[in-house]
């Protein structure tokens, strides 16, 4: 068996090689993954190309485990130190479902780059804005959120932890639902909400390998820690112009909120992949009209505001 040795790397990026005997299983969570697969963790974003994953370990703070014989591939236990590990884990429990899911929902929206304001947020998940008004005072003296210029919500630091691991767990079990169980997108985001709150990190784990670590969820929606680099510029359905064709990149999770549309574009096949030749943009009337496969579908601009496309010659 090849030899294995351990990296220990500090966040001030000096690497220092020590030997240790292989971990336990119960010391870290191994896996095979590309080493190009930690260059686009969140963890470090706009991270260089050309960085060893030796680097990266001591960038992000983890510990890397690796069989000197591998070059493609490294045999991996990505750990986090044990005190990073426990503080987000406790700040997880800590927080109430209710705190979860307004993280969540303001991590959803502020990926549309649209500004996340208390009325936005409250429509996004249907509830009375004096209501989210004083959740967001309660999550900004907590440290979950900040108020910035004209009332913009920007999650913290430990916020936008909580926020990512719920996202992931949602996704990924969006994906298990659909993929293994065989729920429609409306059944399986529901049933996905109702449970992510209950997902074990080491379920979550398992989870993710059992499905071969997907990137996004069956909208089309990237998987945090999972996802790759965008090799399209994706723009919202509404800004197409009409006579061109466009390839469905995803359904933001502002679409996935509203239920009778996400029933609307399943039944219509308007899922990641599809590609649909504009036909008629009729801002008098507030509509667009799209057509792939015989099929054509009619939306509300506000509705094709929430689906994401790109160019076809666009993918790189």
Known sequence: MPRIRRVSGAASGNVRPVSDPRPTRSQFCERSVRVSQFWDNAAWPGAPRACSAHRLAARVGVTLYCRTTDRDFVRIGLHMPRSSTLKIAAETRATTASVQDYLA?????????????????????????????????????????????????????????????????????????????????????????????ALSPRVEDRLAELLGMPSTCPHGNPIPGMAKPPKVEPFPLAQAKEGTTVVVERITEEAEADKKLLEHLWKNDVRPGRRLKITEVAPWAGTITASGDGQVIALGLPAAAKIWVYLPGAAG
Do not use: C, F
């Open 105 to 197: 929902a303001i991590y959803d929206l502020a990926g549309s780059g649209k500004p996340v304001i208390g009325a936005r947020l409250a429509k996004h998940m249907g509830i009375s804005a004096p209501a989210v008004t004083e959740a967001i005072h309660r999550m900004a003296r907590g440290g979950y959120v900040k108020i910035g210029r004209g009332k913009e919500l920007v999650l913290s630091t430990k916020g936008r932890q909580i926020a990512e691991l719920m996202a992931r767990r949602h996704r990924l079990l969006e994906r298990w639902l659909t993929d293994t169980l065989g729920l429609n997108w409306t059944d399986a985001h529901e049933e996905a909400h109702r449970l992510e709150h």
